[in-house]
Structure formats: structure tokens, C-alpha cells
């Protein structure tokens, strides 16, 4: 045992080196892809888990995404303590150990070449489980994101790898977490090179969707080929929707500069200690969570019957709005909650509120409230990323 692990830190991994630095590397970045796929791939399963094991377990029948059928009381203490909780724990660290998320991955990416500590990833991991568990408008998919970025990144650091193959790590980290999340591989690959990258390359496009589909494997070992939300056949009608749709696309459009300038209006108070702003976002959840409870938690369940076409207008319209609110004031306080899944959420219903408009105003050319959600998660997605990737 002790001749191979030689065999491989005194030979293999030098030479492995020395080929990333060449022009034709592309075989080892593919090697680097397929790794980071499946260390990202464990990790975000190890994360998924750690969030629906308690909440199965805690929540009325066994489902992780009913936080709808607590009680009053329970709803109202829930967010309140996990905020507590968080506040304390992020008052414990050092400023600089405090950042998580997608903003995070890209300034370390831009300024730091990538390199993430491991207390980064630790932190990311129990702060990403404690807000969804306790009822946080929260997503999963920004602390997969980071969780995959960083651990594709130590990945590269143990192998003493050339900063431009732990950037490379750190993008094949990213697509991985979002192929693992939402087991939608291309959606992994235009995000990490929209979003992330900000550039489309032969050399990273290779080792990239490499990545995203080794983690997606991976996933699937366990949950299953179905992707994250059923999505009945959709098709436009007719071609005179258009006029409607550009409407919609204008207030989604609102709708997401509205979310945007709420969380830079409360970031304004990020001189304040953390441990009571936390407490404050606590505080704001609370009323939310008691009138409004599908605000709690991903709301991914909320987001599927949107799709179907089970929700009215009013209820649609209501809890997008909430949505919005809600998670602008506790994320702009610093709550460290991922914001992608909610976004989804607010696009979703607050599309399918407007669909609903559209069958009332045009009953026979207008498309199902599905098609409209569609729209409206790729619209508020497209505008609160700054970038036209689907969702």
C-alpha cells in the first residue's frame, strides 16, 4: 500500500502536472473533470441528504417540503431559532469566514485563482443545512454550488495543481453541483461557462460537461433519472401570445430589479453586528412563515403544482410576491441562504399568476399556466444572473 501511494505522489501526479502545463492538455483536464464530478457528485448527495433526512423525519407525512402543515406555533419558532442559531454561529467566525455562496466562488475565482479553504466548505455545508431545515426561504442549489466549487478546488490544491487547472476545477465544480441538484447536465455546463467562467473554450468546455455528467450519475445512483420538476408537454398556442409574453418578460423584468435593489437597500446595514442582523432575519421570517408558509423552506412542491396548474391567482400571485420580499430583506440582513431555488420560486409563480391573466384575456389563444411558469423561471433567472441560461 505504501509502494502505491509512493508510486503515485513521487511519479504519477508529477507527470500528470507537468502535462497540465503543456498546450495539449486537454486528455488531463478531462481526467480533472471526471474526478471533480464525482467528488462533487458525493458531496452534494451527502449534502441533499443531510437536508431531507431531518425534514423527513420532522415534517407531517414524511415529506420534506411540507412546511405547510405544522402547526401555527411551530411554524412561527422554527425560523426564529435556526436564525438564532446562525447567529451565533457566524458571530463566532472571522469576517472573512463568514462568505458563502455563488458570489463568493467568483471572487475567490477572480481574485484568489480559485483557491477555497476547506473551513469555507464547512461553513457553507451547516449554514446551507440550517436555513432550509428551519424553514429559511431558502434554496439548496447556491450552497451546492459553492460546496461543489470548493471541493473541486481542494481537490486541486492536495494535487499541487497550476492555478489555471484549479480555475478549470473550481467551473467543473460548479457545472457538477448544478447537474447534481437539478439532474439537468447542459443546465451544469451553461452556467458554470455563463455564469461562472464568463467565457466558452474548447479546454474547459470538455472537462466541464465531463463533470456534469459524471455527478449527475452519481445522484442518480440514488434519487433516480427523474429531474428536478416534472414538466408536462408545453408548446405556444398561438403567435399571437407573443405581445402577451413580452408583457410578462417586462414584469418579470420589474419584478427581479425590485428583488435586486431590496437586498442592496438592507445591505446597507451590514455594519451592524452580524449575530442581530441574523436575529433580525429571524424576526422577519416569522410573519411570513405563520401567514404565508409556503414561503418556508425550497418550495420546490409549490413550484411543481404552478407548473400543473393546480394554484389559483390570488395564491400564485401572493406567495411570489412574498417570495420576493421576504427573501430580498433576509438575504440583504446576510442571512447566508442560497438564492437560485428561490428565484425559481418567484419566477415560477409569479408567471404562472400572469399565464393565468392571459387565459382570462384571450381564452382561446392562450397557453397553459405551465408554459407561462416556464417562462417566468428562465425570465427572473435570466435577469437576476445577468445571464440567459435556462433553468
Not at 433526512?53 to 411540507?66: C, V, Y
Not at 433580525?280 to 409556503?294: C, H, K, N, T
Request: glycine share 10%; with cysteine; net charge positive.
Amino acid at each position: 500500500m505504501r509502494n502505491i501511494r509512493k508510486l503515485f505522489t513521487e511519479k504519477l501526479i508529477p507527470v500528470f502536472r507537468r502535462r497540465l502545463s503543456g498546450v495539449d492538455a486537454l486528455p488531463q483536464l478531462a481526467v480533472l473533470g471526471l474526478l471533480s464530478g464525482l467528488v462533487t457528485g458525493t458531496v452534494i448527495l451527502l449534502f441533499r441528504l443531510a437536508i431531507e433526512w431531518p425534514l423527513e423525519h420532522f415534517l407531517p407525512g414524511a415529506n420534506s417540503e411540507s412546511f405547510e402543515e405544522l402547526s401555527i406555533l411551530t411554524r412561527a419558532i422554527l425560523p426564529f431559532a435556526g436564525a438564532v442559531a446562525l447567529g451565533l454561529l457566524l458571530h463566532r467566525l472571522a469576517i472573512h469566514d463568514r462568505k458563502v455562496g455563488i458570489v463568493h466562488i467568483m471572487e475567490r475565482l477572480n481574485y484568489h485563482q480559485g483557491y477555497i479553504s476547506f473551513k469555507s466548505a464547512m461553513v457553507q455545508f451547516v449554514a446551507g443545512v440550517t436555513t432550509v431545515v428551519t424553514g429559511q426561504s431558502s434554496g439548496r442549489e447556491g450552497p451546492a454550488v459553492h460546496l461543489g466549487a470548493a471541493f473541486s478546488s481542494l481537490l486541486g490544491q492536495r494535487m499541487r495543481l497550476p492555478n489555471n487547472s484549479i480555475r478549470t476545477l473550481v467551473a467543473c465544480g460548479c457545472a457538477a453541483a448544478i447537474s447534481a441538484s437539478f439532474n439537468t447536465p447542459i443546465s451544469g455546463v451553461i452556467f458554470a461557462m455563463e455564469v461562472v467562467m464568463m467565457e466558452y473554450t474548447i479546454a474547459g468546455f470538455t472537462p466541464i460537461i465531463l463533470a456534469a455528467v459524471s455527478s449527475a450519475i452519481v445522484t442518480q445512483a440514488v434519487y433516480g433519472t427523474e429531474p428536478a420538476f416534472s414538466v408536462p408537454p408545453l408548446t405556444m398556442h398561438s403567435l399571437l401570445e407573443i405581445p402577451w409574453v413580452l408583457v410578462i418578460a417586462v414584469i418579470i423584468g420589474v419584478a427581479a430589479a425590485s428583488f435586486i435593489s431590496l437586498v442592496d437597500k438592507m445591505g446597507r446595514f451590514h455594519h451592524r453586528p452580524v449575530l442581530l442582523r441574523i436575529i433580525l432575519s429571524g424576526l422577519l421570517m416569522v410573519p411570513f412563515a405563520v401567514l404565508v408558509p409556503e414561503t418556508m423552506g425550497i418550495g420546490y412542491d409549490t413550484v411543481s403544482d404552478t407548473i400543473n396548474g393546480q394554484l389559483g391567482f390570488w395564491l400564485l400571485l401572493g406567495v411570489g410576491v412574498a417570495k420576493l420580499l421576504v427573501t430580498g430583506l433576509t438575504i440583504g440582513l446576510g442571512m447566508p441562504s442560497g438564492v437560485i431555488g428561490s428565484t425559481i420560486f418567484m419566477g415560477a409563480t409569479i408567471g404562472g399568476a400572469m399565464g393565468l391573466v392571459g387565459a382570462q384575456l384571450f381564452p382561446d389563444q392562450a397557453s397553459s399556466v405551465g408554459f407561462y411558469a416556464m417562462l417566468g423561471m428562465g425570465a427572473m433567472m435570466a435577469r437576476s444572473c445577468k445571464r440567459p441560461w435556462p433553468p
